[in-house]
């Protein structure tokens, strides 16, 4: 884990030294500049292009400046004017941003600046190899700009991503496929264009909106989706706390506490969110199994809430994990059962743990060592939680 | 796009006489403007529009529940800027071989009627795009851009006005009010595609069609991104129908009532004038209004007689608890008050708060009604249902002082539209006591509009 984090760190000041340098070179060399007008409309652009942002299911977030900005680039500006023109857009929608009571994030200034500075340099290092291809008005210009606005967009984004160490948990590749549909879009957005320019001047500009607003239109339809279904999955579990059949914030407690776990045992991002929902989930049984002659024991309740998931569909791999999240790592005097998936157990533990904590009047070091004791846990994702809870 | 509200309304079972001869002049109407458009249309470009308005066709995504995303329009209106009227009518022809040959539709009569009023939405746009001053293959002058708004505004009328005409005949409603319909939930979209188009065709005409590629990339990322949300959607009213089925299991009767109900809610809702966001909030609310029922125990919401105080007590907190539980589901919030107040009174009467007729919102009053309603027309163990004349007695008598007059009044207009029936529910209630299970529920009893 702490070497991986160490790569990725290696691997953001490489970028940066990789940028500078890219940046570097191509503002010694002479600038082949195919537009030297609409500067003005550029900048214009960026303001507005910052203050639409376009974000993904993935958590990917780019603001359409980054097209804007990517084309000037790629017109042969050079990586100082482009620099230039980022920070300007930024300073300006940072303003407008305070004024609106939002608080602009700094870091994102140093990104953009950074990116437009690599885009710029990469642009003149292109016209250096091919000065007789010009962006903007030849039509050999349209895959020259296509490859480089894509890579840039696919490369680019998750290198500089990757000097915010909040995001550091996920590898590169997952960071590519992240930002994936977001990069391609304002990538091909940016040599659009580009290429449009020669035509259209900065009327070309006007003509980003429509593919632009178009990709945020779908990506917002589906991150809203997602956040009801996810909100409604807290309303599911929160339904049974609020009506006394479990402790209040039992839900939510236990599936971060999952999510903690399963990161640490290194699970991709599909796993971690079918374990969250299981972790909301897991007790969900609970209202159906409600009897008060009868107290529900936990495996029954554990089967009634995997049918009640399985009912909703679509969530079939969630039903899964809740239905076995009570079964026994290993039954006493037997060999752990090796066919319970591993988010069972992990929600097994962590509910164990909430519950031992919460209700049972124990700190968090004699829970854990309630959980090392029996084969009731599995001991890979009990030694998981330790290094949660100390860390 | 406008055209596939036709293929859904347009069912064959549904095809009168006077629709299938509606049906077949658009289809006539289609083949005439093809026929004069043909002689003069350059054949590569028209093979290479008819074949790029097939694909477009082949990719649509639904943008909300009711309003379909598809780059065929873009894809006319290019045809427009390119080649004039003449080319636009051709390319028509690819709707023809994608809902024949591509995407195997089997309703014969559906395809034809809608490359017919393709053909003719795309002439009068063409013909519009001329008188307004557009000059066809100079997409870059700023004359063409305004001949082609002119255009795409005609031709999203015309379309509009053929599919309403469609759906007039086969489910009876209001010319007037479909156009309308029609055209507020597709302006904004009309908007994005005559942008396109004209960026795509000043691509096409000045540099080439290799740099098409680079505007097809972010569609196909907001292509994807819609089809995510379609399956998510979907997924969602599963996971609806799950939490729903959850509360049926304590109270037999909920799964087909809070259906009706919901149905029922959005239907009055739109009558009295809510738009998209608020009516899918009233939809949901309407259907989780008695959520909140998760808290009562079962012995008590199964109880046949009538309740004492402890057990009205227990009762009463289910609107407040309902309340709670969907309180962080945001697109809720414009319905939320609807659940709180459920069981509210006009004359303050009513429980939890007692709220006074100011403050009790449209969706509380919405939801009491038609609950009630609803409720009243279903049979019950210990009583057969009432006829909806009765039911509306009934409502009438009670308007003013529990309920609210004028949704009382929207809702006996909704329920003669869609000719509203009782349901009869067959739940033996010794069995739902002892073992409370899933009780099998007849359809909702919506017949065919008239």
Redesign the interface.
């Known amino acids: 884990m702490t070497r991986v984090a160490a790569l990725t760190r290696l691997r953001g000041r490489f970028a940066i030294a990789l940028a500078v340098a890219v940046g570097a070179v191509a503002t010694v060399a002479p600038t082949h500049t195919s537009a030297r007008g609409y500067v003005w409309a550029f900048l214009l652009a960026a303001i507005v292009g910052e203050l639409i942002v376009l974000d993904d ?1 993935r958590g990917a977030s780019a603001p359409a400046s980054v097209a804007v900005i990517a084309a000037f680039a790629l017109l042969g500006h050079g990586p100082v004017a482009a620099a230039l023109v980022a920070t300007g857009a930024w300073v300006v929608a940072a303003g407008v941003r305070t004024w609106r009571g939002e608080r602009p994030d700094p870091a994102t200034l140093g990104e953009r600046a950074l990116a437009a500075w690599v885009l710029g340099g990469a642009a003149a290092l292109g016209a250096l190899v091919r000065p007789d291809v010009t962006i903007g008005t030849d ?1 050999a210009g ?2 020259v700009a ?1 490859i480089l606005a ?1 890579t840039c967009g696919l490369l680019l984004g998750p290198a500089v991503w990757d000097l915010r160490s909040s995001s550091a948990e996920a590898g590169p590749a997952s960071r590519i496929r992240r930002s994936g ?2 990069g ?2 304002l990538g ?2 940016a ?2 264009v580009a ?2 320019h ?3 001047g900065g009327g070309a500009l006007l ?1 980003l ?7 945020r ?3 917002r ?2 991150v ?6 996810d ?6 579990s ?2 049974t706390e ?3 059949h479990a402790e209040s914030g039992h839900g939510v407690r236990v599936a971060d506490l999952a999510v903690q776990l399963g990161r640490t045992l290194g699970l991709g991002d599909r796993e971690l969110r079918s374990l969250e929902r299981a972790g909301h989930l897991h007790e ?1 049984g609970r ?2 199994t ?1 009897d ?1 002659e009868r107290a529900a024991r936990d495996r029954e309740v554990a089967v009634a809430g995997a049918a ?2 399985r ?5 079939d791999g969630v039903a899964d994990v809740i239905e076995r999240h009570r079964d026994p790592y290993r039954a006493v005097g037997r060999a752990p059962d090796r066919s319970l998936p591993l988010a069972s157990r992990i929600v097994h533990t962590a509910c164990e743990y909430d519950r031992l904590v919460r209700a049972g009047g124990i700190d968090r070091w004699g829970a854990l060592d309630v959980l090392q004791d029996g084969g009731a846990h599995d001991p890979e994702v009990v030694s998981a939680l330790v290094r949660v809870v100390a860390g | 796009m406008s055209a596939d509200r036709a293929t859904s309304s347009t069912s064959p079972g549904s095809a009168g006489g006077r629709l299938a001869v509606y049906l077949s002049v658009v289809f006539v109407a289609g083949a005439a403007v093809w026929v004069w458009a043909w002689p003069h249309v350059d054949p590569l470009a028209a093979v290479a529009f008819v074949g790029g308005l097939a694909l477009a066709e082949l990719l649509p ?1 639904r ?2 529940d009711d309003v379909f995303v598809s780059l065929g329009n873009v894809v006319v209106l290019m045809a427009v800027l390119v080649g004039g009227p003449v080319l636009a009518i051709t390319t028509t022809l690819g709707v023809l071989i994608a809902g024949r040959w591509l995407y195997r539709d089997r309703v014969l009569q559906r395809t034809l009627f809608n490359a017919g009023q393709m053909a003719l939405s795309a002439a009068s746009a063409g013909w519009v795009f001329v008188l307004a001053g557009g000059t066809a293959g100079a997409p ?1 002058q700023v004359r063409s851009w305004l001949g082609l708004l002119a255009g795409a505004v005609a031709f999203t009328l015309v379309n509009c006005l053929l599919v309403a005409v469609a759906v007039r005949l086969s489910a009876g409603n209001r010319v007037r009010s479909t156009v309308a319909d029609l055209v507020r939930s597709s302006s904004v979209l009309q908007l ?1 595609y005559a ?2 188009s ?2 795509a065709a ?2 096409l005409v ?3 069609p ?2 098409l ?3 097809l ?3 196909l ?6 089809r ?2 379609q399956h ?5 009213d ?6 729903l ?2 509360v049926e ?2 109270d037999g009767y909920t799964r087909g009532h809070t259906d009706r109900v919901s149905e029922l809610c959005v239907e009055v809702a739109r009558e009295l004038g809510s738009g998209y966001e608020e009516l899918r909030a009233v939809r949901y609310a309407a259907k989780l209004h008695d ?1 909140g029922k ?2 009562v ?3 008590v919401i199964n109880k046949p007689g009538p309740l004492d105080d402890d057990e009205f007590a227990l009762i009463k907190t289910h609107p407040t ?1 309902g309340a ?8 809720l919030r414009p319905a939320l008050d609807g659940v709180r107040y459920h069981h509210e009174r006009v004359d303050g009467n009513g429980y939890p708060f007692g709220v006074s007729d100011q403050e009790l919102p449209m969706v509380a009053r919405i939801i009491t009604v038609c609950d009630a309603f609803d409720a009243m027309t279903s049979s019950r163990s210990y009583r057969p249902a009432m006829t909806v004349r009765e039911a509306f007695d009934e409502l009438r008598r009670c308007a003013g002082t529990q309920f609210d007059p004028e949704v009382v009044r929207v809702l006996e207009d909704v329920s003669a539209r869609l000719g509203w029936e009782p349901t009869y529910e067959f739940a033996p209630h010794e069995e739902r006591r002892t073992e409370p299970q899933p009780v099998r529920i007849p359809e909702p009893a919506t017949v065919a509009p008239a």
């Open positions: 299911v039509s349209v895959p296509a894509v549909g977001v391609i879009a091909a957005s040599a659009l290429v449009a020669g035509l259209l003509l909106l429509p593919p632009v607003l178009a990709v239109a779908g990506l339809r589906y809203d989706i997602r956040r009801t279904y909100q409604t999955v807290v309303a599911m929160r339904m609020l009506t006394g969900l209202i159906v409600d008060p009640i998931v009912e909703a569909g679509g969530m | 995504a943008m909300r870059q994005l942008g396109l004209i960026l000043a691509l000045g540099v080439g290799e740099a590629i680079l505007l990339v972010p569609a990322v907001a292509r994807h991104a819609l995510g949300f998510e959607a979907e997924s969602y599963r996971l609806v129908s799950a939490l089925k959850a299991i304590k959520v998760i808290g125990p079962i012995s608890v709670d539980i969907l309180a962080d589901v945001e697109f």
